[in-house]
């Protein structure tokens, strides 16, 4: 038997909030038995694809014999300014259960409307002091059914907010912000986009590359295991962007979505998110895809940073792509360029020209923000200054 004819597997890494994690065909029906009884339940969703792909009506099957009111409208990327909406709704109806059903976005958006329910405060200040919340008794419980393997927001804490009206994306977390439960079904993803599929495989890949290419550390299995999910990604992502209605193509990119970022390996490692913290400047001026935001930056950064990780780049080139017979300058360099030939596999553009005529002057005003709240050492090598991050995204360009 296939591991992904398992049914329900429990993956956690915080011992204190564990996530029952449902995977597989139709867990959606285990819903009504993992709702709390007498849960008067928020079901949170965004544009509408569930309408579309029958993931509502699944849902909402099981709902019946508890009090739901709707929120749909959670955007790519959530806003602030939305997810407020939500929270008054909460606290207007005294719901005590949240139900996200679809992507990170979504999942994200209701780690934020969990912590803000009961906040004492401006919820904003949740996000512009990067309050870390600990108390389960301060959030309000949710569940999770996963429609866009992606982000890995299904199982871990973390979630990421753009405020609208400043144009920025901030991050929230800690570990009372961990789904009670998360659903994820593989056949979702035969009707998503291609866009969306896309997303997906560099999302997950990014995220292991953030835990990965940091300098030698002697955590020898976290390597190993990173280097597993780097080389499926490789095998199976064009694949699976083809055709996702292959079912065991389906589950291995979901479930490697998962593991980029569900903790595991992060633990005991040091991690360098310095590429996710400029990609998401792009994102919130441009509106740029995430994932896309990630495939712009990351292979600039590691060459401007090629010093502080050249040993890690060659270990990266020689173990996940092969390249043997150069010395480790070389090794590196040659990774680089395979890395960013497999986002354009993908059909992935690397540059934010791809995207923008209005880059001129991003550069200056990402690391002008930077400046303002602080961040004057990004990276594993707190040695992404300001200037450093001005020439990692001039070379973006």
């Known amino acids: 038997m296939s591991i992904f004819e398992k049914k329900t597997i429990m993956l956690n890494f915080d011992l204190y909030n564990p996530v029952h994690y449902y995977f597989g065909k139709d867990q959606e029906t285990k819903l009504a038995q993992l709702i709390p009884a007498g849960a008067r339940v928020l079901l949170a969703y965004g544009g509408g694809s569930i309408f579309k792909n029958g ?31 939500a929270v008054n709704l909460i606290r207007e109806h005294d719901l005590t259960f949240i139900l996200a059903v679809g992507g990170g976005s979504v999942i994200d958006g209701v780690k934020f409307i969990s912590a803000a329910v009961h906040f004492q405060g401006d919820p904003i200040q949740i996000l512009r002091e990067r309050i870390l919340f600990t108390d389960p008794t301060k959030v ?27 144009h920025e994306k901030l991050v929230l977390g800690g570990s009372a912000l961990f789904p009670k439960f998360s659903i994820a079904d593989p056949t979702v993803i035969a009707s998503l986009p291609l866009r969306q599929l896309q997303n997906g ?100 950064l590691y060459r401007v940073m090629h010093q502080e990780k050249e040993a890690k780049l060659a270990q990266y080139g020689r173990r996940v792509w092969n390249i043997q017979g150069f010395s480790d300058a070389e090794t590196a360099n040659v990774a680089i360029d395979k890395t960013v030939a497999f986002f354009q596999e993908l059909g992935v553009p690397t540059k934010l ?34 200037e450093k991050v001005i020439e990692i995204v001039k070379m973006s360009y």
């Open 55 to 85: 993931v509502y009506d699944k849902v909402k099957a099981q709902l019946t014999g508890f009090e739901c009111v709707e929120f749909g409208g959670i955007e790519p990327n959530p806003r602030f300014e939305t997810l407020i909406k």
């Open 353 to 386: 020209s791809d995207y923008t005529d209005q880059f001129e002057g991003t550069a200056e005003l990402i690391a002008a923000r930077f400046v303002e709240r602080g961040w004057l050492a990004l990276s594993d090598s707190q040695k992404v200054t300001p």
């Open 201 to 300: 495989v560099v999302d997950a890949f990014t995220h292991v590359m953030e835990q990965y290419l940091t300098y030698q550390h002697g955590a020898l299995l976290q390597d190993r295991i990173a280097e597993g999910v780097l080389q499926t990604l490789v095998e199976i992502g064009p694949a699976v962007i083809a055709n996702p209605s292959d079912y065991p193509l389906a589950s291995n990119f979901m479930w490697c979505c998962t593991m980029a970022l569900n903790g595991l390996l992060g633990k005991g490692v040091p991690v360098d998110w310095a590429t996710h913290m400029i990609g998401h400047e792009l994102t919130a001026k441009f509106e740029i895809d995430h994932a896309r935001t990630l495939a712009i930056i990351g292979p600039n």
């Open 140 to 166: 309000v419980p949710f569940g999770t059914v996963l429609t866009l393997p992606a982000t890995g927001s299904e199982m871990n804490s973390g979630a990421v907010v753009t405020i609208e009206a400043t």
